[in-house]
């Protein structure tokens, strides 16, 4: 795409110094962007460098740039291979390399090039930066929008580009036309310079492009602001259609190296009864930068492009807002918006919707459109068919209809303009915001994912404590209160699957709200060691144990709220998964106290650990504590996800350190016989406590009976929680 270069065409000078007269012109008229002419003598010339030697490896560069500013894309390429594959390619002729692929649909070759470049450069940030775009490019080729693309009109002898739909009719910049003008001829290209066309009922013109009765038609100038010698175009109207804003040259011009240069500038225009009137000079167009490109936002402000000094690099968009009689300083829109190459053809939606063309961002090849909703996140490509790997700009489209245009050189490089279409359907969302008692937050932040885009953007909620937007068809959202120090997370979800209004609330629960869930036997006894699998909100099922007094207590809110609850403990029932109580989701209490209640299992199953028994000063098992392991043995079979703790305890005769010995041996020795079962060792383990958890008052050098020494000769069971405790 030729015309839209001459934003930034005014760069690139090379150096005067040559071997030879056409070396001379050739560069000259490089230096004057006529580059259509400069392509066949840098051919000449690097033939003869190639055949005799006589020229060095820029000529080939040179030719390779001639060229791709010329749109010979393949021969830019066949050019530049042939320094690289004479091991003469710098950095910037491998990133050149990329860039031709790309515009040629060659995208599986990019890999390989950008591989064998870092081998030699390694430190190359630029190539660092397509080795990890590539993937995103490559995945970018089969990425399908739901837009629809055709084209507007056909056989037109000339190019045109950026339409704008203008009352009933269309405008857009054409160079088919050749208007009478001296010096109508633009060297750069070898066409004629640009200038408005209108088209004035878009409808009745269509339907005569559906008969092929173009003929009717004639294609004229739009007269209603004067037209200027050299390029006008792409120009954008309020929307009330009372102001103007077109591109065209400056009258003064800029000298480079010698080179002169007429840079961009925007010029403004008012409705009035008598016509459009010229407002005053736009106060940031320069001699030394371009400025163009300009589009009113739905506040009034206009975004225009411009590589005025101070931005990311190449052409950068920017924004100023009419404010008490003058335009603000101009605010470029960030490294969220612009790269360090360009960023053109802004169109503000009638929902606030910035798209933009750019070859800065991972796109398919040359310019991209690509898409921003709040100028916080990094734009979003707009798939194909609106993208290809050729330039594709100069995008609108009306919300309402899904109709626009778009501006494309996909067919043998030239210049066209594209009909777009969407599916518009219309969906409202309203998010509420309350309290757990139903009152409205107001000015709170709430935060809307696209999960289908990835993109995000924050929103405060009004008066009413609501916020609505416009969900696009078949996108995904979660919906997402962050929390604060009053009230927990918490979020929802919503699918745009069809027309309508919707509502969805977020209702929040205080930040504090602590649960408890208290566990007892039927004697009202606390039971302590209960295993507790508390689902959460989102599916996962986490584990707990209860304290002492048969408690476990937590903070219940937002993604870590626990909506269900089971229990397991030896000897008594399983309790299966339970809901939490309703007061739990639509109370807006404090505190949360959930009863629980456990039943014993039957007799004939009861692991009787008193049974557990073992003599004085012994660890072998006596037969009656094999058919309690037994239990023990069936009851873990039968909850494979269950771990235990067996653990051995001795009275206090004898020494200290022996009795701890002797407990680790009598628990080893019912941890071996369960393994002996078929039970895996990493689901049970052996603990000796020796004498240091008597039961009763038998320590050292108290006097008491047999039967009481018994009592503390004793195995004990206990669940534990997983090994990755969550």
Known sequence: MKHYLSIIALFVVFSANSQSYKASYATELSNRLNFVEAYPIWVELSNDFIQKKKGNWDYLRKTTEAARQSEHFEEALKWNNQIIENQQGTEEDYLQAIELNCLLNHHSQIVSIIDAALVKFPASTKLVEWKKNAPIIIEQINEKSEYKVELFSKNKSGEEFAAYPFRQGLIYVSNQFDNGFANRFYGRTGQYFTDLIYIENLKSYEEELSKKKTSLFKDVSWDGIKRTNPHDGPISFSSDLTRAYITT?????????????????????????????????????????????????????????????????????????FIDKEWTAPVNLGPTINS???????????????????NGW??????????????????????????????????????ETGKGFLSSNRNEWKDQIFSISKPVVNIDLLVKLQNCNGKALRSYSVLIRDLTTKASFVQRTNEAGEYGFKPKFEHNYNIVFQGNALFGADSIYFEAKED????????????????????????????????????????????????????????????????????????????????????????????????????????????NLDLILYAYNKFELRPESKLELDKLVRYMKERPDIRVELSSHTDS??????????????????????????????????????????????????????????????????????????
């Open 340 to 358: 360090e190459k360009d960023e053109l053809f802004p169109y503000i939606s009638s929902t606030g919707v910035l798209y933009f063309a750019s």
């Open 500 to 607: 309508g209004k919707f509502t969805k609330t977020l209702q929040l629960g205080f930040k504090e709200t602590v649960t408890t869930i208290r566990v007892k036997d039927l004697k009202n006894k606390p039971l302590g060691g209960v295993m507790l699998n508390l689902k959460l909100k989102n599916g996962k099922i986490i584990k707990k144990i209860t304290a002492k007094d048969g408690t476990y207590t937590w903070v219940n809110e937002g993604v870590n709220k626990v909506d269900a609850y089971a229990a397991n403990l030896i000897n008594y029932q399983d309790l299966p998964m339970v809901k939490m109580p309703i007061t739990e989701t639509s109370g807006c209490i404090d505190t949360i106290s959930v009863p629980v209640k456990m039943t014993p299992i039957q007799r004939k199953d009861f692991i």
């Open 249 to 321: 040259n400056q009258t003064v011009e800029d000298k480079v190296n010698s080179v002169k240069f007429s840079r961009l500038q925007l010029k403004m225009y008012v409705k009035r009864q008598a016509g459009w009137i010229e407002k005053d000079v736009f106060p940031f167009n320069s001699e030394k930068y371009s400025t163009g490109h300009a589009v009113e936002d739905t506040s009034g402000a206009i975004i225009f492009a411009s590589d005025r000094p101070g931005g990311f690099g190449g052409v950068d968009l920017y924004k100023t807002t």
């Open 653 to 726: 005769r004898g020494v200290a350190i022996y009795n701890l010995d002797l407990s680790n041996n009598r628990s080893k020795s019912c941890v071996e016989y369960i393994i002996s079962k078929g039970i895996e060792s990493t689901r049970i383990i052996a603990m000796g406590y020796g004498e240091s958890q008597l039961v009763n008052k038998c320590a050292d050098d108290v006097p008491c009976t047999e039967v009481e020494h018994q009592q503390n000769r004793r195995t004990e069971l206990k669940l534990l929680l997983p090994t990755t405790v969550e």
């Open 362 to 399: 991972p796109g398919m090849g040359g310019l991209d459109v690509f898409y921003s909703e709040n100028l916080q996140q990094n734009p979003i490509h707009l798939g194909s068919p609106i993208n290809s790997p050729a330039d594709d700009f100069g995008f609108n489209v009306n919300e």
